[in-house]
């Protein structure tokens, strides 16, 4: 046992040199001993501090710090190095006092808490008495040598405990025990001879074996703690190396499967009864990131349900999880509050990442978890991150190179079926029979086929069509040439040979046995517009039936509209079906039902340059399919354009009431030198009831007969000047008009050419907002005094389309 402080030795008289070179000499050794064991120490924590937390390293390290301050302290030397003795003998004393407690941790951690925790015990009854000594000694009331006696008593009953314990460990077979028990023999026997060199049985020497066998004893700690870093270290090999074989070997076909196989080799490796791992969701391993089951694994290898694993679990089990999960590192619980079971779990990371906690769970046949087995899961939950890490990333590029190849599909497929969009039904779509787009590329590809069948189709139907209509239009050729020839040649007839009576015919009355009447849609001074449905197929159209009253010219007129229909064919013009003579001897003709109404009688549309436009460029599309077909129209004015909406809702219209118009280099019946102001049988076709426009709108004067308002200046001089041009002028007064909402001459500009004036230049489109003005410098040229100077149909409608306007 060492010295107690007031033990002085014998007197020594000399020289200080002399004395001081001797003390150096006796407590050298002393003195390299305690910074050898100060040294261990510091290195120690060091260790501790760095990554190797574990508790038993933390005791040992503060205890050979401590001895190793205690050895220089206790030797007559420390005077040398710092000239201090009360000082002196309080550092020995505490660092006396200390050690005790640092050796009783260390003993627990390594060998355990024992049945009845004693050591436990005796660490608080160490730190008790240290504490309450220092305070009676700070205070006064107690002298600090009668501090010595109690305590040696508390330190042989820790030594009697733990050297008890290591010899019962020792005899089983215990190699760390063993080791701690040479070393504290070491200790004893230089013990017991510093107490017989005290009592005069054995002469006196130079240094104390005590402090020797201190150091010895120190030293033997030390091994245990290398041994078992090593032991420690070579099982964390061979552990990992076959956990690295048993993740190559595995046949597992999913996550949940390989993770099995991980759990049930680290249960082999660590004698644990049940393991569970927990893993974060991935992108959410951040801190405060919840945790889920990945998998669970019993004991024994057998594949049992993950509820049953997780049922079998003590109910601290979240208690434990959640503490590793907070503070991001290893935890043991050796003893499980109500059962003989010990836990520990242990976090997964990768670069302060935590991706999950894998947790272990001992039965009660089995010494609990200590500190090498929570180092070894640690090693082993290491391993298991990076191997987490890297299958997340291989399933991050696989399932970025399936993202990519089902990008790289969904685009083929795309562009087919945009391709199909644009009409091209001829391009076959490929089908790759492995896709997940597989169905979808064989769906387009069967409705490519039967759009193209529909297509073939409906050519041929068209082209059946086709030769009906042609067919159509030759007889009513036929027939309408006929017709005129005969009121060329025909006599006159007097007027009590012509029945005075009007036509009228109730809804539901046969006309020719072929047509019912729905409803009348309008009356004109020269006849009816019905709305009639062919008997043999309930399609509906237009009839126009002359009135018994008409003249020779009336009927001309009729007749030769029927005539110039019979020879156009375009959508925005109405297509005839159909003329002939009722048993009663009227005439009637049957054309397309036109939906909608006149272009008058749309004001509320009218200034709106959108839908203005559109309705004229399908204006200009008409005309320039009737001129092409060398008709001349003689009568466009809003009242004969009917404008209706699509399924779409875009303006539709339809060019109506040819009765006046001509075809080039034929002049028609005669005219007679008649001025005539009244109604026409122009009225609009609809589905709805229309009056007829005023009467001011329609003239028959001289030889001319058409609107004055819409009629061009050069018609003045006859109607031999009624050419293509004319029509565009008429159009673009119409463009001025709606465009605008005012009508671009005070005067009928025919009336202007009569008296031999300048038709003045309208200026007002140019001061529409949102008209482009390319349009309204060629709607103005339209109007121009020279017919020359004006467009045609198609460029005003092609000039239009170019602005997008369909």
């Not at 042609?470 to 025909?490: F, V, W, Y």
Request: hydrophobic share 45%; with cysteine; net charge neutral.
């Amino acid at each position: 046992m060492p010295r107690s402080p007031h033990d002085i030795g014998e007197a020594v008289i000399g020289p200080r040199a002399e004395l001081s070179l001797a003390a150096v000499r006796s407590d050298l050794p002393t003195l390299v001993m305690g910074i050898l064991l100060a040294s261990a120490g510091v290195f120690v924590l060091a260790l501790f501090l760095s990554g190797r937390r574990e508790r038993s390293n933390l005791a040992y390290g503060l205890l050979a710090l401590s001895l190793g301050i205690y050895l220089p302290a206790a030797a007559p030397i420390r005077g040398l190095l710092f000239d201090a003795p009360i000082v002196w003998v309080h550092v020995e004393l505490v660092c006396l006092y200390l050690a005790p407690i640092f050796l009783a941790s260390y003993f627990e951690h390594v060998f355990g808490p024992g049945r009845f925790r004693l050591l436990r015990h005796l660490q608080w009854a160490h730190g008790a008495y240290f504490l309450g000594a220092a305070l009676l000694v700070a205070t006064g009331l107690v002298p600090v040598q009668r501090t010595l006696l109690p305590f040696g008593v508390l330190l042989l009953g820790t030594m009697v405990v733990m050297s008890a314990r290591a010899v019962l460990a020792a005899a089983r077979g215990n190699l760390d025990a063993r080791i701690f028990t040479v070393g504290f023999l070491l200790a004893a026997a230089a013990a017991v001879h510093d107490v017989l060199e005290e009592i005069g049985l054995v002469p006196r020497g130079d240094v104390s074996l005590g402090h020797v066998g201190l150091f010895a004893f120190t030293l033997s700690l030390g091994v245990i703690l290398a041994r078992r870093f090593f032991e420690a270290h070579d099982r964390m090999g061979r552990s990992l190396r076959v956990l690295e074989l048993s993740l190559a070997s595995a046949q597992a076909p999913d996550r949940g499967g390989l993770s099995r196989v991980v759990l049930d080799e680290i249960i082999r490796l660590l004698g644990a009864r049940a393991a569970l791992l927990f893993v974060t969701r991935e992108g959410g391993a951040v801190a405060g990131a919840e945790l889920e089951v990945a998998a669970g694994s019993e004991a024994g290898g057998a594949e049992t349900p993950l509820a049953s694993v997780i049922a079998g679990f003590a109910p601290v089990l979240d208690d434990l999880v959640e503490e590793v999960r907070l503070r991001r590192e290893a935890r043991v619980w050796k003893h499980i509050e109500g059962t003989r079971r010990s836990a520990m779990a242990a976090p997964l990371r990768v670069r302060d990442e935590l991706l999950g906690v894998l947790y272990l769970e001992s039965d009660a046949s089995r010494r609990p978890f200590d500190a090498a087995d929570l180092s070894l899961l640690n090693a082993l939950g290491e391993k298991l991150s990076i191997n987490i890490v890297s299958t997340r990333a291989v399933r991050a590029e696989l399932e970025s190179a399936l993202h990519q190849k089902r990008i790289a599909e969904q685009a083929v497929l795309l562009e087919a079926a945009s391709r199909l969009a644009s009409g091209d039904i001829k391009t076959p779509i490929p089908v790759d029979e492995k896709s997940e787009f597989a169905d979808l590329a064989r769906g387009l590809d069967q409705m490519r086929r039967d759009v193209q069948q529909k297509i073939r189709t409906i050519e041929a139907k068209k082209a059946e069509v086709e030769v009906l209509n042609e067919e159509l239009r030759r007889k009513i050729q036929q027939h309408t040439t006929s017709l005129l020839s005969s009121l060329r040649t025909d006599v006159d007839v007097d007027e009590d040979d012509l029945v005075t009576s009007a036509p009228s015919f109730e809804v539901g009355a046969l006309i020719a046995e072929r047509y019912r009447v729905i409803e009348e849609i309008g009356q004109g001074a020269m006849g009816v517009v019905y709305e009639v449905e062919r008997v043999r197929d309930a399609r509906r159209f237009a009839m126009k039936v002359l009135t018994s009253r008409s003249d020779k010219l009336a009927m001309a007129r009729f007749v030769r509209e029927a005539q110039i229909l019979s020879r156009l064919d375009h959508p925005n013009l109405a297509s005839i079906t159909d003329v002939d003579v009722t048993p009663e001897g009227l005439l009637y003709l049957v054309m397309e039902l036109c939906e909608g109404k006149p272009l008058h009688r749309c004001k509320e549309r009218h200034r709106d340059v959108a839908w203005c436009l559109s309705v004229l460029r399908q204006m200009a599309a008409g005309l320039a399919a009737v001129h092409a077909q060398g008709v001349i129209h003689r009568d466009l004015k809003p009242g004969n354009v009917m404008v209706s909406a699509d399924a779409e809702g875009h303006a539709q219209v339809k060019l109506v009431d040819f009765g006046i118009s001509t075809l080039t280099g034929e002049h028609g019946p005669e005219r007679p030198p008649v001025s005539e102001r009244g109604r026409d049988l122009d009225t609009p076709p609809s589905t709805r009831r229309s009056l007829p426009p005023p009467p001011q709108e329609v003239t028959r004067t001289g030889i001319l007969v058409g609107t004055p308002t819409y009629m061009g200046p050069e018609l003045a001089q006859g109607s031999r000047h009624w050419k293509a041009h004319s029509d565009v002028f008429s159009l673009g007064v119409i463009a001025y008009e709606i465009l605008t909402g005012k009508r671009p001459f005070n005067v009928p500009p025919i009336f202007v050419g009569m008296q031999g004036q300048t038709l003045p230049r309208p200026a007002g489109l140019r001061r529409v907002e949102g008209l482009q003005g390319g349009l309204a410098l060629m709607f103005e040229r339209c109007m121009d005094p020279d017919p020359a100077a004006r467009p045609t149909a198609q460029e005003v409608a092609e000039m239009i389309g170019q602005y997008g306007v369909r």
